[in-house]
């Protein structure tokens, strides 16, 4: 086989490769991936937009976005005007998925190490995931605290702008003692899960979760397992709950989701309930 490049000096688009190796990520969704990440600094991106440079309808677009939310590389979000009504919604990207490990094609051999280099945040907000890979060792996989953030205010739907210097180095403790990244992810997400947080959001911080003795205690925690609540079809859900769904009934689900939002109006969030 042979194949014919180009010199990389102008006109080209560097991208983390970890999408191309998913299996579970189809080739049209892959392709619309990539054309979201070759986009210009300043490309503010909406549907409308990006129909126009595909050769796709909306529905396929909205397939695309489905199919990459459901696996962790997309999040969405509502915006609201100043009057408190629901305007645009503000899509996040992510070059390494949130929440799945990934199983990369085994057939075919790795030639050359996979890019570090971070994506600054723009006004497309492209931006690094947490490394799903299970590597023990700051200096080797440092922690991308703006990622962490993401991540910390999607799962917990807190709104926080910045890690502060004392967490910082309360999470870089945690790595140093042999902990992984998504231990502590799963440590955020048991800790949200807990029936006190549920009841005592104001206290679940970056801060607070940072702490070893808070750490290893949510991180060891066996949380009560969540149930959707009825009506569950016209709610908001957190992320966690999203987990609960089916593939199609999550696709189902985030259709449904963008229609209530076109139209407009207040979508209640689902409350929290669990099995007994």
Not at 35 to 47: A, H, K
Not at 93 to 121: A, C, G, M, S, Y
Not at 149 to 175: D, P, S, Y
Not at 220 to 245: H, I, S, T, V
């Amino acid at each position: 086989m042979k194949i014919f490049r180009v010199t990389k000096d102008r006109n080209y688009t560097t991208i983390n490769n970890t999408i191309f190796k998913d299996k579970t990520i189809s080739c049209k969704t892959k392709g619309f991936f990539a054309t979201i990440m070759s986009l210009p600094d300043d490309w503010d991106f909406s549907v409308n937009g990006i129909k126009e440079i595909l050769l796709e309808g909306k529905s396929s677009v909205y397939s695309f976005i489905d199919e990459l939310e459901a696996n962790g590389y997309l999040t969405k979000n509502q915006i609201r005007n100043s009057d408190g009504k629901l305007s645009s919604v503000e899509y996040t990207f992510f070059e390494t998925p949130i929440n799945k490990e990934i199983v990369p094609h085994t057939d075919l051999p790795e030639t050359v190490e996979p890019l570090t280099v971070n994506q600054p945040q723009l006004s497309t907000n492209i931006i690094n995931n947490l490394n799903n890979k299970d590597i023990k060792g700051l200096q080797e996989d440092p922690i991308d605290f703006d990622a962490l953030l993401v991540f910390f205010n999607n799962t917990t739907g807190r709104k926080f702008r910045t890690i502060n210097t004392k967490a910082k180095k309360g999470f870089n403790n945690i790595i140093k003692q042999g902990y992984t990244k998504k231990d502590i992810r799963d440590a955020i997400v048991n800790c949200f899960n807990s029936e006190y947080h549920q009841q005592n959001r104001q206290y679940l911080t970056p801060e607070f979760i940072s702490r070893m003795e808070k750490f290893e205690k949510y991180f060891d925690a066996k949380p009560k397992k969540l149930k959707l609540p009825q009506g569950y079809f016209n709610m908001k859900l957190n992320n966690e709950q999203r987990k609960l769904l089916p593939v199609d009934e999550l696709k189902r689900y985030e259709r449904n989701m963008i229609k209530l939002e076109m139209d407009g109006g207040f979508i209640k969030q689902a409350p929290i309930e669990y099995e007994d």
